[in-house]
């Protein structure tokens, strides 16, 4: 009995963890350790709600093998593009089954409480990014309409937000989606790129890139996988503002 | 979503506030006289002469919440006759900031707390949002070709009035004479060609949509889904009409707060603290709530349409044979059951009859009810929960003594009140539970009653199917769970997964709820909720157990909660008693590489008694490591290293060890909690390693217990509890086996065998 009452007073005065935002379960051992380095201390501070078991889970991407679309291995695909529109795409995570899944909760099951920890992880390569470039503008791929009232929210603009708010970077809504396109994940290559022409348009006049001078623009989606949403879409800002350079700024590779 | 307000008032005057998803299908039902004749509809024969609507749609919960306000008002009002200038007036009103001394309400006006930006609490004084009001008779003479045109005369009708006091805003608040169509309101046509046939094509839609809907409660999408509609418009339209006509009911999926009580989740019953709170595209709030409890079954948001069934007050049919009769045996035994399961069946069956014949709630539990609230506001917990606030954040709930949660009114028990038609059907682990409930499923499927029968598990769903098929061949049987394929079909008999619970309302006269302490809703008030919610209003609950909860042993023992004790297995024999053995934690040992001597040699006398071995640990990662530390013995007992194994819940190939294990190929297995409940091995001891550890709880422990000695050729499986030291947990399993074993004796069921 007297182990038992040392036991509750422990637990008592112990810290409590909280819960993993991802698997539910208690967090017993305090913060894990965040293998990648990432400076910001809010996007610090939302990886390290996770479980010890989830944060080893997550696939970084740590050295990007394709200087063009940031694949951690050889990348065919930026050697057969003909014309490319965006400078270069940064991703934080390769796209594996548990990212997958990951992606699964907060997209289509709407678990929005690990939103702080998807935008957390895109702070890496952000980082990366901004260390090279000034961004003048953060902005996101849009979603069309009737996708955005049947979801509630756009995990690219939501995502953008956060990016926006930590690096003090302004946020414009540069894009809308004026043609609903077929659900990406179910296409090949080719259909892919043919899908994708003409879905999205400027969303009107921005007076701040009217200027002529040369901005670098940060556009934020959640998964690559052919560069083509990527490309159409710089393609639409640059047709609008041709000074831009567009940077890709991409949650997983896959 | 979003939703329109309006009042509708009578040809006698009197006003009605209506909330609706499909604006164009209240304007339709109020046109036309002839869908107003049916029996349930909100008022019947009469017409609206006028209706009043706010402008703005409204998210849902929004909606719901000005709508309940509204309805507050007008039953204040009585019979008296109301102008539209007055409707708009109440319905501004409503919407606009409240009259409470809430220093935040008066700041940013109600609609503001609910995340809707109206233009008026935008920083003007007065706050008032448009409201369109419209003649019924005018309408239907203007509008001969459908409701697409926007008509912008207002005839003098006699409101032009309202303009002039609508401060601030100029044409956006205040009140208009003639209608504008603000919002998408195409497609029905209200006119002169709009045929009576079309309208009864449309009311055919909605009676089968409120016959399908029976005994449901459903998101939007899962009402489509059983709807099979694909177009949304056209189910939300039937929808609307069917809520019109009295055959359905409509909802937000969260209530709206109403005085102390927070938001609560109308599907799972989940309070404010399990919300979340978010920017919403669909409903252009920006703090719409999600409840994150039930999320795993979609989403459950605030902006949500939750659908439901229409209410019924059926009742059972009478019993076959008189109850009163004590000579005549309640049922007839046609599963061979055995003395002690048919002693419990009796019971339950007798609580099932009582329950059908008191009816509704009896004068005595009102009164009950009444004097708990009235102690609750005079007594100390009342002013404690005032002092507190109304909600306890979980994180503090958890590190709150029990004794102090009492005391505390709305920590534990913010999903109401119990609900008071219960019984616990408490039977020792291996005592045949399935066979009990044969009898009560027969009480209530020969009376023309709906049951369902509630399992955590899927593979348990799947297994128990075909029992229950063969033990009623006549009755139509819905198998439920994650994906199948009875979906949406409506059985008498429904076998489903506890989560499942929460698709249905008033929609069973017998919920039984099987291992209501097993994994997804261990201590879940979430279980309570749902099963009340499925349960009809004149219906019954059981729970099956052999560990219930504290709090339910307790009520049971008071006498609260009715009960059936089964104290022995069907082989009637005493439960193996557990022993103590001193054993040090796992983590000293494990990583030294030497086993305790006193587990040695427990694991040597099992094997030499040829019986298998259990070994339970805590702990995923302890497994492994166990496993190797065992393997290096395995000669000294005269096993091979193969003979021993362990398996987790991790572990892709868990069902082929266990069935292993039942053919004798693995003779030592180590595991953790998941093997606790639900495996039969004939001849097996169990050993708990660590059993002081927080994760074992008592019930968990007899779970674990339970596992030994099943069979009849071996009763006396051995059981031991290895730790360090002595928890009240332990204490309470043992005690919890040696009075079942004690009752059983008291009650002659016994078969005691010589040594």
Request: hydrophobic fraction near 40%.
């Amino acid at each position: 009995m007297k182990g038992e009452w040392l036991e509750r007073m422990y637990r008592w005065f112990s810290p409590h963890n909280g819960s993993c935002p991802v698997c539910g379960r208690d967090r017993r051992d305090g913060a894990p350790p965040l293998p990648v380095p990432i400076r910001h201390a809010a996007a610090r501070q939302a990886l390290s709600s996770l479980c010890g078991d989830c944060m080893r889970a997550i696939p970084w991407i740590d050295i990007a093998a394709c200087s063009i679309c940031g694949r951690p291995d050889r990348c065919g695909d930026c050697l057969r593009r003909s014309v490319r529109h965006f400078q270069c795409c940064r991703a934080a995570v390769r796209y594996d089954a548990v990212m997958r899944d990951w992606l699964a909760l907060y997209k289509y099951r709407g678990l929005e409480r690990l939103e702080p920890v998807l935008a957390a992880m895109l702070a890496l390569p952000a980082e990366r990014l901004l260390s090279r470039v000034t961004a003048f503008a953060v902005a996101a791929v849009p979603l069309a309409d009737e996708r955005l009232r049947e979801r509630g929210f756009n995990q690219a603009e939501r995502m953008a937000l956060r990016i926006a708010r930590w690096y003090r970077i302004p946020y414009l809504p540069l894009l809308r989606r004026v043609r609903h396109t077929d659900k990406q994940s179910f296409k090949g290559r080719g259909d892919r790129l043919e899908n994708m022409r003409g879905s999205f348009a400027a969303a009107g006049p921005v007076a701040l890139l009217d200027d002529g001078k040369e901005r670098n623009i940060i556009l934020v989606d959640d998964i690559y996988t052919t560069g083509s949403t990527i490309n159409e879409c710089a393609y639409v800002i640059r047709k609008a503002y041709p000074s831009c350079k567009i940077y890709g700024l991409l949650w997983a590779r896959s | 979503m979003k939703a329109v307000v309006y009042v509708a008032i009578t040809d006698e005057g009197r006003a009605y506030p209506f909330w609706t998803v499909s604006w164009e299908t209240d304007l339709m039902f109020w046109m036309h006289e002839w869908f107003r004749l049916a029996e349930r509809a909100p008022i019947p024969h009469a017409g609206a002469q006028w209706l009043c609507r706010l402008r703005p749609m409204l998210p849902l919960g929004a909606a719901e919440a000005v709508y309940e306000r509204l309805k507050e008002r007008m039953e204040r009002m009585g019979a008296q006759r109301v102008s539209p200038e007055e409707a708009s007036r109440l319905l501004q009103e409503a919407a606009g900031p409240g009259q409470g001394n809430d220093s935040l309400r008066k700041k940013r006006g109600r609609l503001a707390l609910w995340g809707f930006r109206t233009r008026a609490n935008a920083g003007h004084r007065t706050h008032s949002v448009a409201v369109d009001a419209l003649r019924v008779a005018d309408w239907r003479r203007l509008n001969g070709g459908g409701c697409g045109g926007g008509n912008g005369d207002a005839d003098g009708n006699g409101c032009g009035g309202g303009n002039a006091k609508a401060g601030g805003d100029g044409g956006e608040s205040g009140f208009s004479g003639g209608y504008a169509p603000g919002c998408g309101n195409g497609g029905v046509g209200a006119g002169a060609d709009w045929h009576r046939d079309e309208a009864a094509k449309l009311l055919r839609a909605a009676r089968q949509a409120g016959r399908q809907l029976e005994g449901r409660s459903l998101l939007l999408d899962e009402a489509l889904g059983l709807l099979s509609q694909a177009d949304s418009g056209d189910a939300l339209r039937h929808l609307q009409l069917a809520a019109l006509l009295g055959e359905a009911r409509l909802a937000a999926a969260i209530e709206p707060p109403r005085g102390r009580r927070g938001l609560r989740c109308r599907r799972c019953g989940s309070g404010e603290n399990r919300m979340r709170r978010s920017a919403c595209a669909s409903c252009g709030s920006d703090s719409c709530a999600v409840c994150e409890a039930c999320i795993t079954m979609g989403r459950s948001r605030a902006c949500g349409l939750l659908v439901a069934g229409p209410a019924q007050m059926a009742s059972l049919g009478h019993p076959p044979h008189d109850a009163g009769d004590s000579g005549s045996p309640l049922f007839v035994d046609r599963w061979g059951l055995s003395q002690p399961q048919l002693r419990a069946s009796e019971a339950a069956v007798r609580f099932l009859r009582e329950v059908g014949d008191r009816g509704g709630r009896g004068r005595d539990e009102r009164r009950q009810a009444k004097r708990a609230s009235a102690g609750e506001q005079h007594g100390l917990s009342g002013r404690l929960s005032r002092a507190w606030g109304r909600r306890l954040p979980d994180r503090i709930r958890r590190r709150l003594p029990a004794c102090l949660l009492r005391l505390v009114p709305h920590a534990n028990r913010e999903l109401g009140k119990p609900p008071s038609r219960r019984f616990l059907l408490w039977a020792v682990t291996g005592a045949g539970k399935t066979e009990m409930i044969f009898p009560l499923l027969e009480e209530v499927l020969s009376r023309g009653g709906r049951a369902l029968v509630a399992t955590p598990r899927r593979d348990v769903v799947l297994e128990l199917a075909p029992r229950l098929a063969k033990a009623f061949p006549g009755t139509k049987l819905a198998v439920l769970y994650g994906g199948s394929e009875d979906r949406w079909s409506n059985a008498p008999l429904t076998l489903a997964t506890t989560h499942q619970l929460l698709r249905f309302q008033e929609a069973f006269d017998l919920v039984l709820i099987d291992e209501l302490d097993a994994f997804p809703y261990h201590n879940d008030p979430m279980l309570h909720y749902a099963a009340m919610k499925a349960q009809r209003r004149m219906g019954a609950t059981v729970f099956l157990s052999a560990t219930p909860p504290h709090a339910m042993q307790r009520e049971a023992r008071s006498g609260r909660l009715p009960c059936a004790r089964v104290p022995v297995r069907f082989h009637r024999r005493p439960l193996p008693v557990p022993a103590r053995l001193t054993v040090p934690p796992i983590a000293k040992w494990v990583n030294r590489g030497r086993v305790p001597a006193a587990l040695r040699k427990l694991a040597h006398e099992s094997v030499r008694r040829g019986a298998q071995l259990f070994i339970f640990v805590p702990y995923i990662r302890h497994v492994e490591p166990i496993v190797a530390l065992l393997r290096r013995h395995a000669g000294d007992w005269g096993l091979s290293r193969e003979a021993i194994g362990g398996t987790s819940s991790k572990d892709p190939d868990r069902g082929n060890k266990v069935t292993d294990f039942r053919n004798r190929r693995l003779r030592v297995l180590v595991t953790t909690t998941i093997l606790e409940r639900g495996v039969t091995i004939p001849r097996s001891d169990v050993c708990i390693l660590d059993a002081h550890h927080a994760m074992f709880d008592d019930a968990a422990l007899v779970q674990m217990a339970g596992r030994a000695g099943r069979s009849a050729e071996d009763p006396k499986g051995r059981v031991f509890f290895c730790s360090a030291y002595v928890t009240r947990s332990q204490k309470r399993a043992k005690m919890q086996i040696r009075s079942m074993n004690r009752l059983a004796r008291k009650l002659g069921f016994l078969e005691e065998t010589p040594g």
